[in-house]
């Protein structure tokens, strides 16, 4: 266990609904990312957050994925209108820079499945 | 995209020590060189970093050249749970982390 939490650990929803994914970082940690992976490939970079600052979107995240961290803490990524193409892991990751110590923390993930 | 390149795959016996490469020749000055590994179903795990000089932790070495353009984990006792995908990443500070293809490794038993 790395600290790092994420809920649901498994989602399946039918297309076209919304679904939304939270993340809870290890409490100290300032930064907080959110990646998919499909099979196969490594994690694809989604975006990421410096507290509840937005640094960062990828092209990947289309206008149907929003991302939240209003308090700095948790994070929140919801996807709207749902596509088969969604289906993937979605794995969210923490760090806190001190020093040379930046190393970011994985969740488990939750693996989406839409039908 | 990712910066490294890696082998797809290695096949270590259990109980060896496993050698991974990792060539990364763009790397920057202020660019660390960062090991994952993610077994079957579960989140990437950190393994360890460094900038310049080699680093030992409880889990595996790294070996990285004089000139950083190339590195090496080295796990020194390879298990069955060992098997996994390694990711070799370069990143600067708390960057974002962009993954590559990595390497699968096999432990044999």
């Known amino acids: 266990d790395t600290g790092v939490s994420q809920n649901p650990r498994h989602k399946i929803t039918k297309r076209g609904q919304n679904v939304t994914f939270r993340c809870d970082p290890i409490?100290?940690?300032?930064?907080l990312y959110w990646y998919r992976q499909t099979l196969g490939q490594g994690p694809e970079f989604l975006t990421y957050f410096q507290n509840e600052a937005q640094l960062e979107k990828s092209r990947l995240l289309s206008d149907r994925f929003s991302a939240e961290r209003p308090k700095g803490s948790f994070s929140t990524l919801e996807i709207q209108r749902t596509e088969q193409g969604d289906s993937a892991m979605y794995l969210c990751?923490?760090?806190?820079?001190?020093?040379?110590?930046?190393?970011?923390?994985f969740g488990q993930g939750t693996r989406l499945t839409v039908v | 995209d990712a910066k490294t390149t890696q082998p797809p795959s290695m096949d270590c016996a259990e109980g060896r020590a496993a050698n991974l490469p990792c060539n990364h020749s763009?790397?920057?000055?202020?660019?660390?060189v960062y090991w994952y590994r993610q077994i079957h179903s579960q989140g990437p795990q950190y393994i360890i970093h460094?900038?310049?000089n080699n680093e030992t932790n409880e889990m595996a070495s790294l070996i990285i050249t004089e000139d950083r353009k190339s590195s090496t984990l080295i796990l020194p006792h390879a298990t069955l749970r060992d098997t996994a995908v390694y990711y070799c990443i370069v990143r600067a500070g708390d960057d974002k982390i962009i993954f590559g293809k990595g390497t699968r490794l096999h432990i044999l038993p």
């Open positions: 763009t790397i920057s000055g202020n660019e660390y």
């Open positions: 409490s100290e940690h300032n930064r």
């Open positions: 990751a923490s760090s806190f820079r001190q020093g040379a110590r930046t190393e970011a923390f």
């Open positions: 460094g900038l310049k």
